[in-house]
């Protein structure tokens, strides 16, 4: 079945540590999407790509970084510039292209990874 | 750019009465409108979305939504709610020009939806 794999479910890291998370999809899309969630906040866009080895900055981009060299994957590094890093972040894609969405064309999302700093 | 408004951070129902979570946007241009329902610790699944046409859209799980033009609204609704539909629910726009998905998504900030048995 196609889909968005995120991995770890959950994650841990120790202040000043940098971390990647992992996202992978098999629908092959284009575009490619990282979203952070806090309580109250809804989701905001950290990172996004719509075309391999290409990305742009989100809302909150500060104190992350990530790649695009291969179009499955888009993986995200948490660095110890990012001051609040705890949260739960959603990795989404979607197909792109020219004219009108087709009734299929939707916004994917993977079940996301929980990472708290201890 | 856009923005989205949900007004309701909470919303608690009673089982089987009928619910309605508000939504309004703001935008320069023609729009895409989608809700998204997330249930805990999990990754967000699509509900319904308005592209054109029709401004009465059905969704999964019975819900549907109605897209207002002239008040930027795009209310969800169910007639009668399950305990099932606990769950935090997001509207979400993106802009509808050019080539589709080359408009990033802006979110609201939820609204969690409570039933009560």
């Known amino acids: 079945d196609g889909g968005i794999t995120q991995s770890p479910k959950y994650l841990f890291r120790k202040e000043g540590q940098n971390v990647t998370l992992s996202c992978e999809q098999n629908?092959?899309?284009?575009?490619m999407y990282w979203y952070r969630q806090d309580p109250g906040q809804g989701l905001r866009l950290i990172y996004y790509?719509?075309?391999?080895?290409?990305?742009q900055k989100g809302d909150i981009a500060e104190g992350y970084s990530v790649s695009r060299e291969k179009k499955e994957s888009f993986p995200l590094t948490v660095t110890s510039a990012q001051k609040n890093p705890t949260a739960f972040y959603l990795c989404?894609?979607?197909?792109?292209?020219?004219?009108?969405?087709?009734?299929?064309?939707?916004?994917?999302f993977g079940q996301g990874t929980r990472l708290t700093v201890v | 750019a856009q923005s989205v408004t949900q007004l309701d951070s909470q919303v608690p129902v009673f089982e089987e009465a009928p619910v309605e979570l508000r939504c309004n946007y703001s935008s320069s241009v023609s729009v895409y409108l989608f809700w998204y329902v997330q249930y805990p610790n999990q990754g967000l699944q699509l509900l319904l979305k308005y592209l054109s046409g029709s401004t009465l859209v059905k969704g999964i799980n019975g819900f549907e939504a109605e897209f207002n033009k002239s008040q930027t609204s795009f209310h969800l609704r169910k007639p009668s709610v399950h305990i099932s539909d606990t769950a935090e629910y997001f509207c979400?726009?993106?802009?509808?020009?050019?080539?589709?998905?080359?408009?990033?998504?802006?979110f609201g900030t939820g609204t969690r939806l409570t039933i009560i048995p």
């Open positions: 989404a894609s979607n197909p792109t292209g020219p004219g009108l969405p087709t009734p299929d064309t939707e916004a994917f």
């Open positions: 790509s719509q075309i391999v080895n290409d990305f």
């Open positions: 629908l092959n899309h284009d575009a």
């Open positions: 979400a726009v993106s802009d509808a020009l050019g080539d589709f998905g080359n408009e990033k998504l802006t």
